[in-house]
């Protein structure tokens, strides 16, 4: 029998997405729930329960109540797309590229915490760095990232498409997280491996999907020794052996004139750049995803067909 997958949040952005990815599949039966139903808990809780994987496309409260609706049945594992559980010890981190072991830890977990798009990009780049020894206890790690608009759900793209509506954004391009205490800070230090908190400063442009998260180093603070080439070689070998998370080679990066936000939209993998110049003290690492594709439902997917497989 197929094993039964429910999305439970189907019918929001990231669902969808999921969704979108899993038409066509046959060795997986979706249970569904119908759109006006959506915020049924009765009907909700008997579809998380007679699913084999539940996947959790909610806000962060409601999460954590449909977590509470399968605790006692141990025969429903469960990815979480939210910030709830991404930094709890006793959830697998969902990031199957991030360390060797990785993949097999999500493929024997029961429950899985889906990584953030903006922290995939920046773990993505800082933590084979901390690993490698080359980015040392205290460096200052800013983060600087652009969003796709899906990234903020419904609420955020109604406001950027319907241009009618009272609260409708008109900027091409605006920064938030004025306060520098976004949710995704916890889980970039934890899962970056870091010492200390990252400042991290997102923005939003008026774009639907894809995302550049930019880590700018300088190198004469790093462990000694460090260039440019050092750090890209460290990068391809963490990388090593598969193809989602892939390093551009420096004779390709170093000719290009631009980075375009959207060049992943619709795409499942990531690349990573090193960016300066030969022989210079500083370079910008840089991270190009779909915010809802590696970023997100992508990844979902991902590490859904990991556990299937164990
Ligand atoms: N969009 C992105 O790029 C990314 C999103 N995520 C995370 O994924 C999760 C979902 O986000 P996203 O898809 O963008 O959000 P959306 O707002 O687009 O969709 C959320 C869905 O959940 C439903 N929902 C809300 N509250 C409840 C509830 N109490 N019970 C049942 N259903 C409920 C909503 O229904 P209704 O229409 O009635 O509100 C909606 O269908 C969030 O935790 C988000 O942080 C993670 C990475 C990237
Ligand atoms: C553009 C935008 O609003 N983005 C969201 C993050 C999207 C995302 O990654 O969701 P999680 O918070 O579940 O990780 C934000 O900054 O809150």
Redesign the pocket.
């Known amino acids: 029998m197929a094993p039964k997958i429910f999305i439970?949040?189907?019918?929001?952005?990231?669902?969808?997405q999921i969704r979108t990815r899993m038409a066509g599949r046959r060795d997986v039966e979706l249970l569904s729930i119908p759109e006006a139903e959506?915020?049924n808990?009765a009907m909700?809780e008997d579809m998380l329960n007679g699913a084999d994987i539940a996947i959790?496309?909610?806000?962060?409260?409601?999460?954590k109540?449909a977590v509470q609706m399968v605790s006692g049945n141990n025969s429903v594992r469960v990815i979480d797309?939210?910030?709830?559980f991404r930094v709890n010890s006793s959830w697998a981190y969902g990031f199957a590229e991030m360390d060797k072991e990785q993949a097999d830890k999500i493929k024997s977990a029961r429950f899985v915490a889906?990584p953030?798009?903006y922290p995939t990009g920046a773990i993505g780049l800082i933590r084979p760095l901390r690993a490698a020894g080359l980015l040392p206890d205290g460096y200052p790690v800013t983060v600087n990232a652009v969003?796709?608009y899906?990234?903020?759900?419904?609420?955020m793209?109604a406001q950027m498409e319907d241009q009618s509506r009272d609260d409708a954004i008109t900027a091409p391009h605006f920064l938030y997280g004025l306060t520098l205490a976004h949710k995704h800070v916890p889980e970039m230090k934890i899962h970056g491996l870091l010492d200390r908190a990252p400042i991290f400063s997102p923005s939003v442009g008026k774009f639907p999907q894809g995302m550049i998260v930019q880590v700018p180093l300088h190198l004469d603070e790093l462990a000694e020794g460090a260039t440019l080439e050092g750090i890209h070689a460290a990068l391809v070998a963490h990388y090593a052996g598969q193809d989602i998370v892939t390093v551009v080679p420096l004779e390709e990066s170093g000719k290009l004139p631009r980075i375009d936000a959207v060049e992943l939209a619709g795409k499942d993998t990531m690349k990573l750049f090193v960016f300066g110049t030969p022989g210079a003290s500083q370079v910008n690492l840089v991270a190009l995803l779909d915010?809802?594709g590696k970023?997100?439902s992508g990844a979902a997917v991902q590490n859904m067909d990991l556990m299937l497989a164990s």
């Open positions: 439970d949040g189907e019918h929001g952005t990231t669902g969808l959506r915020r808990a909700r959790l496309c909610l806000p962060d409260e409601a999460s109540e797309t939210s910030t709830a889906n953030g798009c969003s796709g899906t990234g903020g759900g419904k609420q793209i915010n809802l970023g997100a």
